[in-house]
C-alpha cells in the first residue's frame, strides 16, 4: 500500500491545519504534505490531506462541495466573527424561531459576502489577517458564493439566542461571515461559537481519523492513506487500456475522440489506479496533472 494519495483527518479544536500538516509529515517521514482547505483553530472537523504527488491534485477536492454544521450566537459581534475574538457590539435580539427561518431563504443561493479581516486572501500584496493583527481595516470587495443547502437545525431562545444551522455551499464561503449576516437580517449581529466540517464532496469525517488515532496507530498511517483515484472519486473518472494509459502517462495532448471527457476527468488504468487528471480545451483532452 502506497504512503502516497489522500488522508482524511478529524482536526480537534485548538489544532491549526498547519499543525496537522506538520504532524503528519513527521508521521509519514516526507515532506510533500498540504491540504484542502484552512479550518480555523476554533473549528473541527474533515480536513483533508494530500501526501506526496497526491498534494497537486488537492485543489480538485477543494473545489468540491463543503458542508458545515454551524452553531452562532445572536446579539454579540465579536472582532473576528467567532468565539476566540475580541467582543465589539453587544445588545440582546428578542427573536424567535420561526423569525429566523423566515431569513434563511434569501442566504440559499448565489450570494455576495465580503470576506472577513481575518481571512488569508491578499489585497495589495499583504493578507488580511496580518493587516487585521496590526489593527488595521481595509475595504474589501464582495465576492460571490453558492449557498447549495442553508436549514436551522437549532435553537435557543433568550435575549442573546443560540441557532445551529448546517449549510452546504461552494469554496470560498466564510460561514462566520454567514452567521453574521444572518444577525444583520434579523436587525442585530451575531458571531460564530462553534463550527464543524461534515463533508467535502462526498469524502466525510466518518472516515476520518483524529491525531491520536495516528500518532498511536501500530502499522504507522500508510494503512489510513486513501487512493487517490477514491479521493477524486467526485470527479468524472475514465478507465483506458494499456496503449493509451502510456501516452496519457506521458502528459500527451489527446484528441476528445480518442479521449471523450467532458471537462475534469480522472484518467484511471485498468488496475483502477489514477494515471492523471485532465481537462478539455477545445476539441483537446489536455493533461492538468499527471500522476503516473
Known amino acids: 500500500m502506497s504512503s502516497e494519495g489522500f488522508l482524511l483527518v478529524d482536526k480537534a479544536s485548538g489544532w491549526t491545519s498547519h499543525d496537522v500538516v506538520a504532524k503528519v509529515r513527521g ?18 472537523g474533515l480536513l483533508v490531506l494530500g501526501l506526496g504527488r497526491a498534494t497537486r491534485l488537492l485543489r480538485f477536492v477543494q473545489g468540491f462541495p463543503k458542508e458545515y454544521h454551524a452553531r452562532a450566537q445572536l446579539g454579540v459581534a465579536t472582532d473576528t466573527l467567532d468565539a476566540e475574538g475580541t467582543e ?8 424567535d424561531r420561526a423569525a429566523v427561518e423566515a431569513e434563511l431563504p434569501r442566504f440559499r443561493g448565489e450570494i455576495e459576502q465580503v470576506p472577513p479581516m481575518v481571512s488569508a486572501i491578499k489585497i495589495g500584496g499583504q493578507r488580511l489577517y496580518e493587516l487585521a493583527r496590526k489593527g488595521e481595516e481595509i475595504d474589501r470587495q464582495p465576492r460571490q458564493v453558492e449557498i447549495y443547502e442553508l436549514e436551522l437545525t437549532g435553537f435557543e431562545p433568550g435575549e442573546y439566542p ?36 461534515a463533508r467535502i464532496g462526498s469524502l466525510h469525517v466518518d472516515g476520518a481519523h483524529t491525531t491520536e488515532a495516528l500518532v498511536e496507530a501500530d502499522l504507522g498511517i500508510r494503512p489510513y492513506v486513501m487512493a487517490s483515484s477514491a479521493g477524486l472519486a467526485d470527479l468524472a473518472q475514465i478507465t483506458v487500456d494499456e496503449e493509451l494509459g502510456k501516452r496519457i502517462s506521458h502528459g500527451s495532448v489527446l484528441s476528445v475522440s480518442d479521449l ?12 483502477g489506479n489514477l494515471l492523471a487528471v485532465y481537462g478539455t480545451r477545445g476539441h483537446d483532452a489536455r493533461p492538468e496533472v499527471v500522476v503516473a
Do not use: N, Q, W
Open 27 to 44: 508521521l509519514a517521514g516526507m515532506k510533500k504534505v498540504g491540504h484542502a482547505g484552512t479550518l480555523d483553530p476554533m473549528a473541527t
Open 88 to 95: 465589539i457590539e453587544r445588545a440582546p435580539l428578542l427573536v
Open 162 to 197: 443560540f441557532v445551529e444551522f448546517r449549510v452546504v455551499c461552494s469554496s470560498g464561503t466564510y460561514i462566520r461571515t454567514l452567521a453574521d449576516d444572518i444577525g444583520r437580517a434579523m436587525g442585530g449581529r451575531a458571531h460564530l461559537v462553534g463550527l464543524r466540517r
Open 260 to 271: 471523450p471527457i467532458d471537462g475534469h476527468t480522472a484518467v484511471l488504468d485498468v488496475g
